[in-house]
Antibody, heavy 124, light 109 residues
């Protein structure tokens, strides 16, 4: 059974860089796509981006200029960096296994396993 | 880009059927997916590819699609089904990216 665990600072200062890591167990990180998703307090879900172990990435257009997702296959981890954070970036950040499939001229993504989430607060 | 529109709330009594809708212009080109989220917990996938149910999800959860609207149906609602439900799809009109609906709070009366 796949398990994901987010880790990183729970408090980040405004204008600095948010850095989180997701550790994967029970599944090969090289066999799937992996995503970051966030949820501001009391609000809905927002997809941040996904990556494949080869280095291929895709980001939410609204965050693309500030986001980098990378992988360390030797540690079975993938990471999120979000630069120039503001209070609007305060959220619970989830990592998730992304079951991307492609065929018939289209791509499909869905998330079948999630980490427990980590609250990151941006302070001024 | 486009949005997935869900009703903010749905209320049903135990044993009744709850229907939660999700609509958008691009849905016929992409499948829809549904997640259940209980307070303080991570979301759980309950329906994928419009109507497929993952293993371990009760049979009372089902999904359907008609035109630009997909529907999550929960038959014989139980108290434990009270949660937020989110639909998810993808916007492939320009740069492909994943989107979520705003979420629906299901209240079991």
């Amino acid at each position: 059974q796949v398990q994901l665990q987010e880790s990183g600072p729970g408090l980040v200062k405004s204008s600095e860089t948010l850095s989180l890591t997701c550790t994967v167990s029970g599944a090969s990180i090289s066999s799937y796509y992996w995503s970051w998703i966030r949820q501001p307090p009391g609000k809905g879900l927002e997809w941040i981006g996904y990556m494949y172990y080869s280095g291929s990435t895709n980001y939410n257009p609204s965050l693309r200029s500030r986001v980098t997702i990378s992988v360390d296959t030797s540690k079975s981890q993938f990471s999120l960096k979000l630069t120039s954070v503001t209070a609007a970036d305060t959220a619970v950040y989830y990592c998730a296994r992304d079951r991307q499939v492609a065929g018939g001229g289209r791509v499909e993504n869905w998330f079948d396993s999630w980490g427990q989430g980590i609250l990151v607060t941006v302070s001024s | 880009s486009y949005e997935l529109t869900q009703p903010p709330s749905v209320s049903v009594s135990p044993g009744q059927t709850a229907r939660i809708t999700c609509s958008a212009d691009a849905l016929p080109k992409q499948y829809a997916y549904w997640y259940q989220q209980k307070p303080g917990q991570a979301p759980v996938l309950v329906i994928y590819k419009d109507s497929e149910r993952p293993s371990g999800i009760p049979e009372r959860f089902s999904g359907s699609s008609s035109g630009t609207t997909v529907t999550l149906t929960i038959s014989g609602v139980q108290a434990e089904d009270e949660a937020d439900y989110y639909c998810q799809s993808a916007d492939s009109s320009d740069t492909y990216h994943i989107i979520f609906g705003g979420g629906t709070k299901l209240t079991v009366l």
